[in-house]
């Protein structure tokens, strides 16, 4: 079913992220932001028709070509040549849903009215957006600093007739994308190239996006923990309330109260035990995982502010009739919370490897690897081996971006944030983790088919019999990887009820 979302002033959310990435939605102007662009588009022509002094990006070069001033007759051909100057992105083509919010990002901010772009141009976009139109767009190539100017700069070659865009599954130039559509191309007018290209909407798409499926990890990763610990015959006392009073980390005492609650009503839980305690990868979930829901919780205030602001340059003041050159295009709010992500979700990663680890060593009345028919079978040796080689990689992903920066622009600019290497970095190990707990799941429900004497809790019990349908009981060696997508598949598109953070 298609749903409406108006671009308004308003704050926009993760939720509303998560909206865009699962629905259907056509986005229409509000009328404020329709007004907002036009009066400042408005100011800033009255302002190039009187003659105003050297203002950057409007009548300059760009960067360190700044003191090269502009004659008014080419003030359209400058902003055309920085789009197609500017686009020279290389590597993987950014996937998809992650353009998508590019997209909406970009008009959201455009439609604060601080950017002097044309109204036709926010439209064009809205249209790219609704026609399911997406620029190709590469990963490499960004600074994270005067924005994401060479993605942002593939981004917009379709608005002028030039570069490459998906449509309906097939890949066609930028001119012919127009031509099948009836669109005019838009005559860019000064200032739109540089407000265009300026921004962090790379970074913080992927940002964005990372962070909703951050909130759904979280709860999956608590779920099958709670799976895992009841299938290991651990022990609750961990997670009971007075311990987290005392040590009242907001993170740990969410962390601990959810698993209480996916186990309420267990009873192998409530079993009698032969040991009295649990190795740190059940014992500690909440402290592990509740560290990870305070980070998670930090990058999400980040990107909330981020996606609710204005990130090009100059800032176009109409009220106060002023056009300041200034840096919210540098993305190090980004970079910085962003390597803190990667690292919070690699550490989930890394203590879920930990409980597949010790589900399939034969402990606790389990038999080695899981095996049913041991002899000819191997079990669930290998897919431990893969968990292992996949968190390895999150922990290599997490060397910081952010820690570096490369001079660029003859100087001028001469530091940058490395955000969008961040961003991408925090993609892949997002992309890692629904894997490694998708191994997990598998290991865990297996163990839990041995605990034959007794039953997990109603809730983990339903969970599990939904897993079933598509990942049966490992009776005799068979194809795992069939297995493992299956589980990722399932674990990226189940209902839950996901914590909130």
């Not at 917009?156 to 097939?170: A, H, K, N, T, W």
Request: with cysteine.
């Amino acid at each position: 079913m298609t749903t409406q979302h108006q671009i308004t002033t308003e704050k926009i959310s993760i939720r509303t992220i998560g909206q865009l990435l699962n629905q259907d939605v056509q986005l229409e102007l509000s009328d404020e932001v329709i007004a907002r662009i036009e009066k400042c588009r408005t100011y800033l022509d009255n302002k190039v028709s009187a003659s105003l002094g050297p203002v950057y990006g409007i009548n300059t070069g760009f960067g360190s070509l700044y003191s090269q001033s502009i004659d008014d007759e080419d003030l359209h051909k400058l902003q055309d040549n920085i789009v197609k100057s500017h686009a020279c992105g290389f590597g993987e083509e950014v996937p998809k849903e992650i353009v998508k919010l590019m997209i909406f990002l970009k008009i959201q901010s455009l439609g604060y009215g601080h950017s002097g772009v044309q109204k036709v141009t926010v439209d064009r976009l809205v249209d790219f957006y609704n026609h399911g139109v997406t620029p190709i767009v590469y990963e490499m190539g960004s600074l994270g600093a005067s924005g994401d100017l060479a993605p942002l700069a593939h981004l917009s070659l379709p608005l002028i007739g030039e570069g490459e865009v998906q449509y309906r599954g097939e890949k066609i130039s930028g001119k012919e994308i127009n031509r099948q559509l009836g669109w005019d191309l838009v005559s860019l007018t000064s200032k739109e190239g540089l407000a265009l290209l300026n921004g962090t909407q790379l970074m913080s798409a992927y940002g964005t996006w990372a962070v909703y499926h951050a909130q759904r990890i979280l709860t999956l990763a608590n779920t099958i923990g709670a799976l895992s610990l009841d299938a290991f015959d651990g022990r609750i006392e961990p997670f009971n309330a007075l311990v987290h009073q005392i040590r009242p980390q907001k993170g740990q005492q969410a962390v601990a109260a959810h698993v209480l609650g996916l186990l309420e009503a267990s009873a192998l839980i409530k079993a009698p035990k032969k040991h009295v305690q649990d190795p740190y990868s059940f014992r500690c979930i909440p402290q592990v995982h509740g560290a990870s829901f305070d980070a998670i919780a930090y990058v999400k205030n980040i990107m909330e502010i981020e996606i609710n602001s204005v990130t090009d340059n100059p800032n176009v003041f109409p009220d106060e009739d002023l056009i300041i050159s200034a840096g919210n295009f540098h993305g190090q709010p980004l970079a910085l919370s962003l390597d803190f992500l990667t690292l919070a979700l690699s550490e989930l990663g890394s203590i879920s490897e930990r409980r597949t680890y010790q589900l399939i060593s034969g402990e606790r009345e389990l038999p080695n690897y899981l095996v049913a028919n041991p002899g000819l079978n191997s079990g669930l040796m290998i897919p431990q081996y893969t968990a292992a080689s996949i968190a390895s990689q999150n922990k290599q992903y997490c060397a910081p971006a952010s820690a570096d920066s490369i001079v660029s622009s003859n100087g001028q600019e001469d530091h940058v944030s490395m955000g969008a290497n961040a961003a991408t970095k925090t993609y892949k190990v997002v992309n890692n983790l629904y894997r490694i707990l998708a191994i997990e799941l598998i290991t865990a429900a297996q163990a839990m088919d041995f605990r034959k004497g007794g039953k997990t809790s109603p809730y983990l019990e339903k969970f599990m019999e939904n897993f079933r349908k598509v990942v049966p009981f490992i009776e005799y060696d068979r194809l795992l990887h069939t297995d493992m997508v299956e589980a990722e598949t399932f674990l990226k598109q189940v209902a839950i009820d996901e914590i909130e953070i």
